[in-house]
């Protein structure tokens, strides 16, 4: 796949996605893109465009919650003149000016339900109503969404229609977390030192053996987003020798993501163990954005025994 910016990486996964990214790009299927904040969806939606028969046409990125509720519907589908108060003009919206070429919806799970019918519609149709029209418009665009959070989960609470879904979820590309592919990690380390190096016209990082083990363990939470800035701090910083782990900011150093073995101590008063139990849970759920298996890690459980207790609390996993 020719790709303006090089995604880097060679965990099976990714070389999976990109595969099926590769040959989905040359179809005109909608596509959603979904993983954790900072796994590349922008860069995925990009490569998809590039890719696709439309790269040479109008490609437009829009962050669904970076726009007010109220604009959202004469931003996406244009108004008539007296619409609203204000509205003195016909106005195009995003959907005309996509056409022809492919309109990326960034967080597609922040879109509220009304928009979410209007989408639908287009969707199924290719049609849309511009706001205070009576007549439909049609457009050939072609959609790629991108989430980072489980739109099952909001299905389930009701916030995310299922029909919308179904439609968006046809082609599915999921990108891991980078804790899921650490053999990336020196990869990327590296990569992103040569480019800040050249950028900065600085002297490219080296990382030594033990800050390297280090940022190999470490869990990345802002996954390669995450990596990006550090690299391109410690080049900034211009340590003339292999960064050691005392120059990586403290959440890098290695016992700060050990399991705490700082023991609690029964309060006076006792405690109640189940609700305890049930926050720790929690909390290692949230944490780790519902994964079962990191957050047994984190809990110290096997998987088994954490599924159980989820069970036993109805707990949202
Ligand atoms: N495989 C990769 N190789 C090189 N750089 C990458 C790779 N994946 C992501 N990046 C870089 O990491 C940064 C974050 O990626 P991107 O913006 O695509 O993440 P995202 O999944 O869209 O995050 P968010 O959910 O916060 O919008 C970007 O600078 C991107 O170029
Ligand atoms: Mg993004």
Not at 116 to 144: D, H, M
Not at 145 to 170: E, H, M, P, W
Request: glycine share 6%.
């Amino acid at each position: 796949m020719k790709i303006s910016k090089p995604i880097i990486g060679k965990h099976p996964s990714l070389k999976a996605l990109l595969r099926n990214a590769k040959m989905i790009a040359a179809t005109d299927i909608n596509v959603l893109v979904t993983g954790e904040t900072g796994t590349g969806k922008d860069l995925i939606a990009i490569a998809l465009q590039e890719n696709s028969r439309r790269a040479d046409k109008v490609f437009i990125a829009l962050n669904c919650p970076a726009l007010p509720e109220s604009l959202m519907e004469s931003m996406l589908f244009g108004h008539c003149q007296g619409a609203f108060t204000g509205a003195d003009t016909n106005k195009r919206g995003v959907f005309a000016a996509a056409d022809g070429g492919t309109l990326f919806l960034d967080e597609i799970n922040s879109l509220s339900l009304a928009m979410q019918v209007k989408l639908l519609r287009f969707l199924e149709s290719g049609e849309y109503l511009p706001l205070g029209s009576k007549t439909t418009c049609t457009a050939n665009v072609r959609i790629i969404a991108a989430t980072n959070s489980q739109i099952d989960k909001l299905i389930k609470t009701g916030n995310f229609r299922q029909d919308l879904y179904f439609r968006l979820n046809v082609v599915t590309l999921e990108l891991s977390p980078l804790r899921k592919r650490r053999q990336d990690i020196s990869l990327l380390l590296n990569h992103y030192a040569g480019y800040f190096a050249e950028k900065y016209a600085l002297r490219t990082l080296s990382f030594g053996k033990e800050a390297l083990a280090a940022l190999e363990k470490y869990p990345w939470p802002g996954n390669i987003r995450e990596l990006r800035n550090l690299c391109e701090n410690l080049t900034i910083s211009m340590i003339r020798r292999p960064i050691e782990p005392h120059d990586l900011p403290l959440e890098f150093r290695e016992t700060n993501f050990r399991p705490a073995t700082t023991s609690f101590e029964l309060p006076e008063q006792g405690l109640d163990w189940y609700q305890l139990e049930q926050q720790f849970i929690q909390q290692a759920l949230e944490k780790t954005h519902g994964q079962c298996k990191e957050a047994a890690r984190l809990l110290g459980l096997s998987r088994n025994a954490l599924y159980y207790r989820i069970k036993k609390y109805g707990l949202e996993a």
